[in-house]
């Protein structure tokens, strides 16, 4: 978790990611006022009465359009999994910083305090549970005592919540991280990949793509099974794009081989109840559909009676064109 700790770290220590993080999985209109221009890392280090030093992960500044300013905290939990307590831990924070602020005189013309978001980006296997007002931690006594608990509040962006045909839409970097946090094969790495590659391709994105290429090295890769001296110590995306394409083919390859022997092995089965080329021509059929799927994702009623209906020799010659296709019309020869 250290490794995934520090990655996202320096993936969020790059404006356009909190940019992106605010945009996608914010849904209040009053987001757009805010001037993303303007956004500026602050000191994330404050010290406590008792001289105690406490370090939030990171911490943004940005300013409305009109000028004011606001802050935006970003808390990444990632170590642990759910805080009951986060909203405490959260308002001691928030509290340092409002003195810290004041220490400073970074306050309003009429001395008022700037706004502070504070957010929690949770990526545990467990979905989060813990209250997100404090409120709900205090004991309730009598209701005239009720206008005295805080109502202290934190954003949650719990990225298992979120279903991956929903990421994909989104269409935002940080749904992009989720998607590869949860694709469940290379093929669905690779097409993220491919996504980075292609909304990443700006002069100021430099440092954005070598976040992403070091947490894919250190974190993701690893994490899906990928032999360690297969993936590039380079800190392009190119390259990754590249070594997952080969994978790819390489993963495809043997399922299909794999494939073809339980298609065989079926068709030896069934052979004995409705004949053996009827067996394995069905396997074989099973076989096509399960790798259009794996590539194309869920097929229409159509194309599943066209592979049922197919004779072996056009089975085959579908099975071998799915490897370098890049849409289903390109087997069908359509």
């Avoid at 799927?293 to 064109?321: I, Q």
């Amino acid at each position: 978790m250290g490794k995934h700790d520090e990655s996202y770290r320096l993936l969020f220590s790059e404006p356009r990611m909190v940019f992106e993080l605010i945009r996608g999985f914010f849904c209040q209109k009053w987001i757009e006022r805010l001037d993303f221009k303007s956004l500026e890392r602050v000191n994330s280090t404050y010290v406590s009465p008792s001289l105690r030093k406490r370090e939030t992960d990171v911490v943004w500044r940005a300013r409305l359009k009109n000028g004011r300013p606001v802050y935006v905290y970003l808390l990444l939990e990632l170590q642990s999994g759910v805080q009951r307590y986060m909203a405490v831990r959260l308002m001691a924070y928030v509290a340092l910083l409002y003195q810290d602020l004041i220490t400073r005189g970074e306050l309003s013309p009429d001395g008022k305090l700037p706004l502070v978001i504070p957010i929690v980006l949770y990526n545990g296997e467990e979905r989060w549970w813990a209250p997100r007002q404090l409120a709900d931690l205090i004991e309730e006594v009598d209701p005239e005592a009720d206008l005295f608990r805080p109502r202290f509040e934190y954003k949650l962006i719990d990225e298992g919540s979120y279903a991956l045909d929903d990421l994909e839409a989104r269409k935002n970097l940080a749904a992009v991280l989720f998607w590869l946090e949860k694709a469940p094969e290379p093929e669905d790495v690779q097409r993220g990949i491919d996504r980075l590659v292609e909304w990443l391709d700006g002069t100021n994105d430099g440092g954005l793509r070598s976040a992403f290429a070091v947490w894919l090295q250190m974190v993701r890769l690893p994490g899906k099974g990928i032999p360690e001296e297969q993936i590039p110590e380079t800190l392009g995306l190119e390259d990754f794009r590249t070594m997952l394409a080969k994978r790819v083919e390489e993963w495809n390859e043997k399922l299909l081989e794999r494939g073809r022997q339980e298609g065989r092995q079926e068709g030896r089965q069934e052979g004995r109840q409705e004949g053996r080329r009827e067996g394995r021509q069905e396997g074989e059929a099973r076989l096509v559909l399960r790798l259009l799927e794996r590539k194309f994702g869920r097929l229409d009623a159509r194309s599943r009676a066209r592979v049922k209906a197919a004779d072996a020799a056009r089975l085959l010659a579908w099975a071998e064109r799915i490897l370098a296709a890049e849409k289903i019309g390109d087997v069908f020869g359509d």
